[in-house]
C-alpha cells in the first residue's frame, strides 16, 4: 500500500535575486514498510523536499505546483491546524542539526515528553516512564541523567540521539530523517539503523531516508533517488543505483567515497549552482565530462536504458541524453581531472623531533550537589593519555560518544581548565603557560568544530566569520589584503567569493562546514584539531575536502588530530590511529596495522559496525550496550561488560583479571614493552 505520495513538487522561494528553486520538479513514492534514501551532493534540495513534506516551509517560501498525498489526504492543501496533528505524531522529522533544533532553554526531558503528552494524553509521569525507555534503547547511557540535562550538556551524538528519540516517541507511520547518523559513532549508529528497522518491521512504518553515507544507504533502503539541482537524475532500487548506476553523477558520487589506499580522491569539478541561476538544460552539464551541445539547451527527461528495459526494469531511470531511445548521445572518455587547488604557503614549522608531545593528560570534571555545592565525585572524561605527533602527519582519533576524544581536543588547546599532565607544543608546554603567552601559540593550534552551525556566529557575515583570526592576529593587513585572504581561504574549501557577503543560515550544512574549515586554515596554521571535520559533507565535497588536506599537509608538513567515526576517511588519511575508550587508549598503532589486525575486542567491534558498500548487514548490530559513565567506570577493564570475548572465553585463565585490574600496555606486534609501534591494553590472549 502507497503510505506517501508525492507528484511534480516545486518549493521556490522569493529572493531580491529572482525566484531560488529549491525543489524543482520531484515526484516519487514510499510504500508501508519501505525506505526511499535520497541522496545528493548540498544545495540540491534534499532538506527542503523534506521540509516540505513536513508543511514547515515559511515566507518567502511557496509551492507554485505540486501534491504530497499522504494516506490520501494532500498535505499542501491541508489547514495548518490539521497538518500540525500529524506532525510529531504520523509524521515525524529527524533534522540535521540537532544544536538548532533543540530548544536550548528546556531540558531534554521536557522536549521528549512533549508530543507523548499533546498526541498521546500521558500524564507526566508516565511520559517521564516512557521517554526514558525510549532513550535507553537508542543507547544512551543514564537516561535519568540525560532526562534532566540541557542540551548544551550533551555531546553532540548524545543531542542527535535525543532528537531521534522525540522523533520515535509516538511512533510515527513516516518517518523523514535528513541525516539521522551523521553525528553519531558507528556501533551507535550501528544501533539506530537496527531499531529503525525493527520499528518498520513492527508498524510497517515508511522511512524517507536523507544522508550523503552511501555505505548506510547499502545498508537500509529499498529504493533510492539520486537529487541534482532540485530535481531528481536517477531513481531505482538500492541494486540498481549503486550496483549500477546510470546517470554521470552518480557514478561520480560513488567514485568519490574514500576505499583506503592513500591516494587523491576523485572529485566532481565545480559546484551545485545556486537555486537562482539553474539553466533550463541539463542542470549537471557544466561538471559533467559526457556533456555535448545538446545538453547545454535541452532539459533531459527521465529515460530507460536499454539493459534495463531488457530486464523488465523500468523503474530504473535516469535524465540523461545518454539513454535516449530516440537520439542517444555518444559516450566519450572522461575529462582530464582538475588541476589540484592551489594556495597560499603557511607558515611552516621548523621543530626538529615531534611536534607535540603528550604525557599522561588527564581532564577530571567534579560532580558537586546541595547547597554547599559539596564535591561527591569526578567524572574521568580524559583518564591518563600520552602520545606524540611529528609534523606533517595524521593522528586519527576513534571511539564512541563519551569516551573523551573532545574533551581531549579541547585539552590539548587549554580550553578546558581541568586538564593536567604535560602538553608541549613546538616546545612550548601549554598547560603552564601564562595566559598573555598563549596568543602566540593560537594561530599555529587551529580547530575545526564538530557543529558548523553552532561554531559560526549568526549575525555575522561569512567575510567576518573567516577572517576574524585575520582581525586578531594579522592587525596590519589593508582591507584590499584582508579581503584577499579571505577570498582565498574560501576558495581553497569551494567556496566563490561572494559567500562572503552571505549569513550562515544562507547556507546548507555541508557548506557552513566547509566555511568552518576556511576560517581554521586562513590563519595557515601548523597544527589542526579537526573534530568530526567532514561528517556534515556529502560524499564529493568530502573528497575535495580530504584531498585537501592532504595536499596541505604533504606540501607544508601540517600535523592533525583527527577526530572521526568515518573509518573509511581514518583509512584514507591517517597515518596514525589511537582507539578511545572511556578516557583511556586501548590501541593504537599504524593506521594499516590497525585496520589489518586489529587485537583489542572494542577495536574489532568498531571495524565491524562500519556501513559498507560490498556488505549489507541484516542481523543485530556487533556491538550492543552503552559506554558506562565516566563518573562510575566499571573496574579493571572499562570494556569488560560489552566484550564479546570475555562472554565467549569467561572460564579463561586470563578472565578474572579483567574484572578487577587495568591491563598494562603491551606490544601487538610481540615482543617486550619497549619501541612500541602497535600497543594495545586487553587481557585476552
Not at 534534499?46 to 515559511?58: D, F, P, Q
Amino acid at each position: 500500500m502507497t503510505l506517501l505520495r508525492v507528484e511534480n513538487l516545486h518549493t521556490h522561494f522569493a529572493t531580491p535575486r529572482g525566484a531560488a528553486r529549491g525543489v524543482d520538479g520531484v515526484s516519487f513514492r514510499v510504500e508501508e514498510g519501505e525506505t526511499l534514501a535520497i541522496v545528493g551532493e548540498s544545495g540540491c534540495g534534499k532538506s527542503v523536499t523534506a521540509l516540505s513534506l513536513m508543511g514547515l516551509i515559511r515566507q518567502p517560501g511557496y509551492h507554485p505546483q505540486g501534491q504530497v498525498w499522504f494516506q490520501g489526504q494532500d498535505l499542501l492543501a491541508m489547514s495548518e491546524d490539521d497538518r500540525r496533528r500529524l506532525r510529531g505524531n504520523q509524521i515525524s522529522m529527524i533534522f540535521q542539526e540537532p544544536m538548532t533544533a533543540l530548544n536550548p532553554v528546556f531540558t531534554i526531558g521536557q522536549q521528549l515528553a512533549e508530543p507523548l503528552r499533546l498526541h498521546r494524553g500521558m500524564d507526566a509521569f508516565t511520559a517521564r516512564l516512557q521517554g526514558q525507555e525510549i532513550l535507553g534503547h537508542l543507547g544512551m547511557p543514564d537516561p535519568e541523567r540525560v532526562w534532566k540535562a540541557y542540551p548544551h550538556q550533551l555531546s553532540g551524538g548524545m543531542r542527535q540521539r535525543a532528537m531521534i528519540a522525540m522523533a520515535f516517541a509516538c511512533r510515527p507511520r513516516l518517518l523523514i530523517a535528513d541525516e539521522p547518523t551523521t553525528a553519531l559513532d558507528v556501533t551507535v549508529q550501528a544501533q539506530i539503523l537496527h531499531l529503525i528497522r525493527t520499528l518498520q518491521q513492527e508498524t510497517g512504518m515508511g522511512l524517507v531516508l536523507i544522508t550523503h553515507d552511501l555505505g548506510v544507504v547499502n545498508q537500509m533502503a529499498d529504493r533510492v533517488m539520486v537529487m541534482y539541482s532540485g530535481k531528481g537524475v536517477e531513481e531505482g532500487s538500492r541494486e540498481q543505483v549503486l550496483g549500477q548506476p546510470m546517470h554521470p553523477y552518480t557514478r561520480g558520487l560513488l567514485a568519490s567515497i574514500p576505499r583506503g589506499g592513500g591516494g587523491p580522491l576523485n572529485m566532481i569539478p565545480g559546484r551545485v549552482a545556486p537555486a537562482t541561476e539553474f539553466p533550463d538544460s541539463c542542470r549537471f552539464a557544466p561538471r559533467c565530462s559526457q556533456a555535448g551541445e545538446r545538453c547545454a539547451q535541452t532539459e533531459p527527461g527521465l529515460f530507460t536504458s536499454a539493459e534495463a528495459s531488457r530486464a523488465a526494469a523500468a523503474d530504473h531511470r535516469a535524465a540523461c541524453f545518454l539513454y535516449d531511445p530516440v537520439q542517444p548521445l555518444a559516450p566519450r572518455e572522461d575529462a582530464p581531472a582538475a588541476p589540484p587547488v592551489q594556495v597560499p604557503d603557511p607558515f611552516r614549522s621548523s621543530q626538529a623531533g615531534p611536534l607535540l608531545v603528550v604525557e599522561n593528560l588527564t581532564a577530571h570534571f567534579p560532580i558537586r550537589k546541595g547547597f554547599l555545592r559539596k564535591e561527591t565525585g569526578r567524572v574521568r572524561a580524559v583518564d591518563g593519555v600520552s602520545f606524540s605527533l611529528e609534523a606533517g602527519r595524521t593522528l586519527a582519533l576513534v571511539g564512541e560518544s563519551g569516551c573523551g576524544k573532545t574533551t581531549l581536543a579541547l585539552s590539548l588547546l587549554r580550553l578546558t581548565p581541568e586538564a593536567r599532565g604535560r602538553v608541549v607544543f613546538q616546545g612550548s608546554a601549554v598547560l603552564d603557560l601564562p595566559e598573555s603567552h598563549l596568543r602566540p601559540l593560537r594561530r599555529s593550534m587551529q580547530v575545526i568544530f564538530q557543529d558548523p552551525y553552532a561554531a559560526l556566529n549568526p549575525r555575522f557575515m561569512i567575510g567576518e566569520i573567516v577572517g576574524e583570526g585575520l582581525r586578531t592576529h594579522e592587525p596590519g593587513l589593508t582591507p584590499a589584503q584582508f579581503q584577499q585572504r579571505v577570498e582565498e581561504a574560501l576558495a581553497e574549501v569551494g567556496l566563490p567569493p561572494q559567500a562572503a557577503q552571505r549569513y550562515p543560515h544562507e547556507f546548507s550544512g555541508g557548506q557552513r562546514q566547509r566555511v568552518a574549515i576556511a576560517r581554521a586554515l586562513v590563519l595557515r596554521p601548523s597544527f589542526l584539531v579537526l573534530d568530526e571535520p567532514s561528517s556534515a559533507l556529502d560524499v564529493s565535497v568530502q573528497a575535495q575536502i580530504l584531498n585537501l588536506l592532504k595536499d596541505l599537509q604533504e606540501r607544508h608538513r601540517l600535523a592533525y588530530l583527527f577526530i572521526t567515526h568515518d573509518l573509511g576517511v581514518v583509512r584514507h588519511l591517517a597515518h596514525d590511529v589511537a582507539v578511545m575508550y572511556l578516557g583511556r587508549v586501548v590501541e593504537h598503532g599504524p593506521a594499516e596495522r590497525v585496520f589489518a589486525s586489529p587485537v583489542h575486542p572494542y577495536t574489532q567491534s568498531l571495524l565491524a559496525a562500519q556501513p559498507s558498500l560490498t556488505l549489507r548487514r541484516e542481523g543485530p548490530p556487533p556491538l550492543m550496550g552503552d559506554v558506562p559513565s565516566p563518573s562510575d567506570p566499571p573496574p579493571g577493564c572499562p570494556f569488560h561488560p560489552r566484550c564479546a570475548l570475555l562472554a565467549a572465553q569467561a572460564q579463561a585463565p586470563w578472565a578474572p583479571r579483567c574484572r578487577g585490574e587495568y591491563p598494562p600496555e603491551r606490544n601487538a606486534a610481540g615482543g617486550g614493552p619497549a619501541n612500541i609501534t602497535h600497543g594495545v591494553r586487553c587481557w585476552g590472549e
